[in-house]
């Protein structure tokens, strides 16, 4: 395969996008892991881009990547608490909101770690 194609998977990953003798070279792609799947922009074996990683336990993170890593703004949900804010190469940098149940609330985060707590009730 050399060029643009779609591939597609039984399982029914697929990827989309631009080939190089035989390898898939950058585009659009839904890749399965066990139960858990990411869909969005790949690009030289990597999540690169814009994408939507799914955990087989219902939560997930949307945002961009960059060499399989989190950057930028982005939106995870983890135990049904959704929390949106900025990533700085892989990991939670500064002020997040935080939404449970309706409920609003901020969360400050320095390389990851929780620098001041929120309360939701």
Excluded at 44 to 49: K, V
Excluded at 56 to 81: A, L, M, Q, S, T
Excluded at 94 to 99: A, L, N
């Amino acid at each position: 395969m050399h060029g643009y194609g779609v591939f597609h998977y039984y399982n029914g990953d697929f990827e989309r996008g631009i080939w190089k003798e035989d390898n898939f070279i950058e585009g659009n792609v839904k890749k399965t892991y066990s139960d858990e799947y990411y869909e969005g922009e790949f690009k030289n074996e990597e999540f690169n881009g814009k994408g939507k990683y799914y955990f087989n336990n219902g939560n997930y993170f949307e945002g961009k990547y960059r060499f399989d890593k989190i950057i930028g703004d982005g939106e995870e949900k983890i135990n049904g608490v959704i929390y949106k804010g900025y990533y700085y190469n892989g990991l939670n940098e500064g002020k997040f909101t935080v939404i449970k149940d309706g409920q609003v609330d901020y969360i400050e985060f320095r390389n990851g770690e929780e620098k001041s707590k929120c309360i939701i009730y």
